[in-house]
């Protein structure tokens, strides 16, 4: 059975980092397109950082460039660096795969775990 976990979350200052790890079970994640994602309360679940299965280049929203960085460590873990954090950052955090090369929107992944909270104050 394929299962991604998300963890990392918690509770932080502005400013501060925190790094998210998505391991996957049942599966390796070597070939796979990995999506980190977030949703905000009231909010559609957005894109925030994701990596090729084909050739792992990396996808990253505006408004994380240059603050946060996805990698990939070994065959089964890809993380999300998250730094210089703000307020707006704070979202329910989840990843998802997709075979191969994947455009980095929700529709295209799937196998979400059950996310990790990150909050942010100011």
């Known amino acids: 059975q394929v299962q991604l976990a998300e963890s990392g979350g918690g509770l932080v200052q502005a400013g501060e980092s925190l790094r998210l790890s998505c391991t996957a079970s049942?599966?390796?994640?070597?070939?796979?397109?990995i999506g980190w994602f977030r949703q905000a309360p009231g909010k559609d679940r957005e894109a925030v950082a994701c990596?090729?299965?084909?050739?792992?280049?990396t996808f990253y929203a505006d408004s994380v460039k240059g603050r946060f960085t996805i990698s990939r460590s070994g065959k089964n873990t890809t993380y999300l660096q998250m730094d210089s954090l703000k307020p707006e950052d704070t979202a329910v955090y989840y990843c998802?795969?997709?075979?191969?090369?994947?455009?980095?929107?929700?529709?295209?992944?799937?196998?979400w775990g059950q996310g990790t909270q990150v909050t942010v104050y100011s």
């Open positions: 998802g795969n997709a075979i191969g090369q994947a455009s980095c929107v929700p529709s295209n992944f799937g196998d």
């Open positions: 990596i090729s299965g084909s050739d792992d280049t």
């Open positions: 049942g599966f390796s994640l070597e070939h796979w397109s």
